[in-house]
Nanobody, 115 residues
Framework: QVQLVESGGGLVQPGGSLRLSCAAS????????MGWFRQTPGKQRVLVAT???????TYADSVKGRFTISRDNDKNTVSLQMNSLKPEDTAVYYC?????????WGQGTQVTVSS
């Protein structure tokens, strides 16, 4: 079992920045993949960014060049630096971790981009 706790969401104006963080506990030493997904009402949860334990990254096209994922394998944390935020980035952001092909989710944190 892995427990994930997110922090850092909130309200920001368009063009602003936010940093999300996620800390994993439990069987965290076996995590192969960590990342972030987001979801808006009535839509499926979609990938934002992921990073493997070997530091390979994947980004959604919509966030490339604006968001940066980072990970500390020793501390079992993953962060998402979000710059140049747009109203369409408004969503609930979920931390994700995968251990032996089993996925775990955080509780989600709201990000609202609005003037």
């Amino acid at each position: 079992q892995v427990q994930l706790v997110e922090s850092g969401g909130g309200l920001v104006q368009p063009g602003g920045s936010l940093r999300l963080s996620c800390a994993a506990s439990g069987s965290a030493s076996s995590i192969s993949l960590m990342g972030w997904f987001r979801q808006t009402p009535g839509k499926q949860r979609v990938l934002v960014a992921t990073m493997t334990s070997g530091s390979s990254t994947t980004y959604a096209d919509s966030v490339k060049g604006r968001f940066t994922i980072s990970r500390d394998n020793d501390k079992n944390t993953v962060s998402l630096q979000m710059n140049s935020l747009k109203p369409e980035d408004t969503a609930v952001y979920y931390c994700y971790a995968r251990v032996s092909f089993v996925g775990y989710w955080g509780q989600g944190t709201q990000v609202t981009v609005s003037s």
